[in-house]
């Protein structure tokens, strides 16, 4: 089975705060994403990366900046976090070729 | 561009009640999938199925069925006898076919919540 993980399930931050979301998936998968889920919103693609190094703008990239060092991990960083990036915060991977993807549990960042 | 409209946001039903989930998409391409998963309360999105746009044939797996109409754009999701852990939000989607140059991007609808009482 696909396993992908986020760091937290659960994070209460403070508003100026640089917060870092981590993702691991252990399926080799080349692409990986960071969606945020708002209620009425469904979901929104932050940033994805189809390769290590590579990085590449979703729909809402303003706010946020990604790294991905080892095909594995992908990181979600909010250099200076605000109160409107409070969201739930869902990482996602796929094989290269293919479109379904993988999620993980997801993180409930409330930035205070 | 794609859509993917998920009309009902919320269904309520009690429990053993048939429900159907309807989804509605928008796309030029003529070679391209379609997806559901399922959010439970725990916040992870399950993977359901997916089909491809040469593939008509309804599925079922257990209790869970697909119908794909090419005709009106629809690929509904029916859940028979409903049950208390089918609570959830699902999520409709659509791409295009990677493998052939397109993107590996899903387009997501906006989801509907199903809630069963028991």
């Known amino acids: 089975d696909v396993k992908v993980t986020q760091s937290s399930r659960y994070l209460v931050k403070r508003t100026g705060e640089k917060v870092f979301l981590e993702c691991v998936q252990d399926m080799d998968h080349e692409n990986m994403f960071w969606y945020r889920q708002d209620p009425g919103l469904g979901l929104r693609l932050i940033y994805f990366?189809?390769?290590?190094?590579?990085?590449e703008k979703g729909d809402i990239p303003e706010g946020y900046s990604v790294s991905r060092e080892k095909k594995e991990r992908f990181s979600l960083i909010l250099e200076s976090a605000s109160t409107n990036q409070t969201s739930m915060y869902l990482c996602a991977s796929s094989i290269r070729d293919r479109a379904e993807q993988y999620f993980g549990p997801g993180t409930r960042l409330t930035v205070t | 561009a794609q859509k993917v409209t998920q009309a009902q946001t919320e269904i309520s039903v009690v429990e053993k009640e048939d429900v159907t989930l309807d989804c509605v998409y928008e796309t030029r391409d003529t070679t391209y999938y379609l997806f559901w998963y399922k959010q439970p309360p725990s916040g992870e999105l399950v993977f359901l199925i997916r089909?491809?746009?040469?593939?008509?044939q309804n599925e079922i797996s257990g209790r869970y069925s697909w119908n794909f109409q090419k005709s009106t754009s629809s690929f509904n999701f029916t859940i028979t006898a409903s049950q208390v852990v089918d609570s959830a939000v699902y999520f409709c989607?659509?791409?295009?076919?990677?493998?052939?140059?397109?993107?590996?991007?899903?387009?997501f609808g906006r989801g509907t919540s199903l809630i069963v009482h028991p």
């Open positions: 089909r491809n746009s040469f593939d008509e």
């Open positions: 989607a659509l791409s295009e076919d990677p493998a052939s140059g397109g993107s590996y991007i899903p387009t």
């Open positions: 990366s189809y390769d290590v190094k590579m990085k």
